[in-house]
């Protein structure tokens, strides 16, 4: 899961350790994730431009990689082996990276994702049985939920199942904020706000199953949190 920071300045909190940044940011950060090698990822957008930064483990800038005017960057995620970044813009196609060298060029592109059809996605990454690595894109159109899954090598390479027309088990019209998500077992749960009001939102986790015998993803479960939150 996604280690998600507060910004203020150029000191920042990457869930293992506070530090001074040493680089000039530019733009305001959008995710920020950590390798177990201590290597750091961070995402922004500026002037309708994505640029991600890859920093060292005592916070150094080691390269940076710009998108082109009018791509911006939605999320970015490791594989679940850490090799790979994943970017996912917002012309619709995630990209991987070799997450050691960045400005090496695309490991593989996946064009036209099902769920990158408005800025509000979030990106998982999962193992697949049998080896390799794959991810999902999770969103949602109104009341219908997008989910995609899509493979990155080995045994992985093969899967590529996204979603019919999933509905929100409980249809509303929230808007719905996907936070972030993670696996655990067979399964991956997305986390997601929904606001109710101008100053309260719920806590709901979406599941479904990680089987790459299926071509497509005909099965989610809704749990409704039961938290409340008002910022008044």
Request: net charge negative; glycine share 10%.
């Amino acid at each position: 899961m996604e280690n998600r920071c507060s910004w203020l300045g150029v000191v920042f909190c990457v869930g293992i350790c506070t530090a001074q940044l040493s680089f000039n940011l530019t733009g305001q950060p959008n995710d920020v994730v950590v390798t177990a090698s201590s290597n750091v990822f961070v995402s922004t957008n500026v002037g309708g431009s994505g640029r991600v930064y890859r920093l060292n483990g005592s916070l150094v800038q080691q390269e940076v990689l710009q998108f082109p005017s009018g791509t911006t960057v939605l999320r970015i995620a490791l594989s679940s082996d850490q090799s790979k970044l994943i970017v996912c813009v917002s012309n619709g196609s995630c990209i991987a990276y070799d997450a050691g060298n960045l400005n090496n060029g695309s490991v593989r592109t996946f064009q036209n994702v099902q769920a990158l059809g408005n800025n509000n996605v979030a990106l998982v990454s999962a193992p697949v049985s049998g080896g390799g690595n794959s991810f999902y894109v999770g969103s949602s159109n109104g009341t219908v939920i997008l989910i995609g899954q899509y493979g990155l090598d080995g045994t992985a390479g093969n899967v590529s199942r996204t979603s019919g027309n999933l509905f929100s088990v409980t249809a509303s019209s929230f808007t719905r904020k996907w936070d972030g998500g993670f696996v655990a077992g067979s399964y991956t749960y997305f986390l997601i706000l929904d606001t109710t009001s101008v100053s309260e939102f719920e806590v709901r986790m979406l599941r479904v199953c990680d089987n790459s015998n299926e071509t497509s993803i005909d099965a989610m479960y809704e749990i409704h949190l039961n938290c409340f939150y008002s910022n008044t």
